[in-house]
Structures are given as C-alpha cells and as structure tokens.
T-cell receptor
C-alpha cells in the first residue's frame, strides 16, 4: 500500500514467491499510470505502464492491474528474485493535463529473502 | 550508453551556503526535469525544460531555488541560501519525446544534507 507517514510500507517475500504491491490513487481523472522501481542509491526506473482503457497489462514477470472503480492499482511480480529488492512506487498522469507531469506515490519497500 | 549524469552524488553543507547541483542529460534528449525526493513528500517535479527553455517552474519551492539550462547538454539547480529543510535527494531526468512521462530517464540523484 501507499505510505502516508514517515515510514514506507514494506513487503517481505521469499525468493521464488509471487509479490503483489498495491497503490491507491485519488484522482479519478487520471488516465495513465506507471510503476517505477528504485534501487538503493539509484534513480527511479520505468517498469511497466497502463492506460485507463485497460484493466490488465503484462510484461516480463510483471503484471499491472487497474481497478478504476475503486481507484486501485497493483503490481504483481512473478517468481520474485533478490534483484527485485527495491522501493516500488506508482505514478499517475491526469487526462487533459500536462503530458509530462506525474503525481508519485510514496512507495513500498520490497525485500526478497534468499 | 551513458545515462543521465549528475554531480555531485553527495553534498553536505551548512545552512546559509550556496549549493549547485549539476546535470548532463542523455545526448539527443531535448527535455530535462529536476525532481526532489523526500520521505514526507515523495517525488516532486521542480522544473521542466524543453529545448533549453523553462516550460514549467511551478514546483520550484521559493526564490531560493533557481535552475538554468545554458545548452542542451548541461543544467544546474542552485539553492541560495540553503536551509536544513532542503535536505533531500535531487534527481534530474531527461526525455527525447517532448517530455512525455513514459519516456523520462532518471539520473542517479544527488543526496543533499544541509546542516
């Protein structure tokens, strides 16, 4: 889930398990969403995106699900590996707004135990 | 390929000092962004340049912050005077497609600590 305070929500999984990271967004006018991965000491890295006319999109080992009714987004990582350990956050772009502007969530820390 | 390059990677300074952060975008990219990341506020857009021209600086916190892009391969973000609340990680990102969100590539960031 998303952080509302000083501490990031955390998810700890065993290597090989599937991970599900959740994100709630607030603006019903948002029509484009991106999941980013941020490893320690690095900048955010694009993982996968989805537009509001879709409810599911799959990439390599990752799937993003979008539920517009409840304004919820999730990132599923299959067969989680130690290299997946990072902070993951979602970002939204508002339809009709600037196409360069994203509103970022505060992130979830994923820890993969070997 | 060299990605976005930022310097310094770490900066520790005292309150009241001037701080200059530097960014070299990916060659050929015509859009550049400065972001600030804190635990409290997450990642926030400070300013966006397109073809070296500032397009949106609505995220710049106050007059103590200024950004320049004198040419296509270099940008600076300056804080003068710095304050402890400016402590954060500052990211530069660049894009080749008019700044569209899905095409922004982030640099490694500059971790700033103002004492």
């Amino acid at each position: 889930g998303e952080s509302v305070g000083l501490h990031l929500p955390t998810l700890s999984v065993q290597e090989g398990d599937n991970s599900i990271i959740n994100c709630a967004y607030s603006n019903s006018a948002s029509d484009y969403f991106i999941w980013y991965k941020q490893e320690s000491g690095k900048g955010p890295q694009f993982i996968i995106d989805i537009r509001s006319n879709m409810d599911k999109r799959q990439g390599q080992r990752v799937t993003v699900l979008l539920n517009k009714t409840v304004k919820h987004l999730s990132l599923q990582i299959a067969a989680t590996q130690p290299g997946d350990s990072a902070v993951y956050f979602c970002a939204e772009n508002i339809a009709g707004g600037s196409n360069y502007k994203l509103t970022f969530g505060k992130g979830t820390l994923l820890t993969v135990n070997p | 390929d060299a990605g976005v390059i930022q310097s310094p990677r770490h900066e520790v300074t005292e309150m009241g000092q001037e701080v200059t952060l530097r960014c070299k975008p990916i060659s050929g990219h015509n859009s550049l962004f400065w972001y600030r990341q804190t635990m409290m506020r997450g990642l926030e857009l400070l300013i966006y340049f397109n073809n070296n021209v500032p397009i949106d600086d609505s995220g710049m916190p106050e007059d103590r912050f200024s950004a320049k892009m004198p040419n296509a391969s270099f940008s600076t973000l300056k804080i003068q005077p710095s304050e402890p609340r400016d402590s954060a990680v500052y990211f530069c990102a660049s894009s080749s497609s008019g700044g569209r969100v899905e095409t922004q590539y982030f640099g490694p960031g500059t971790r700033l600590l103002v004492l």
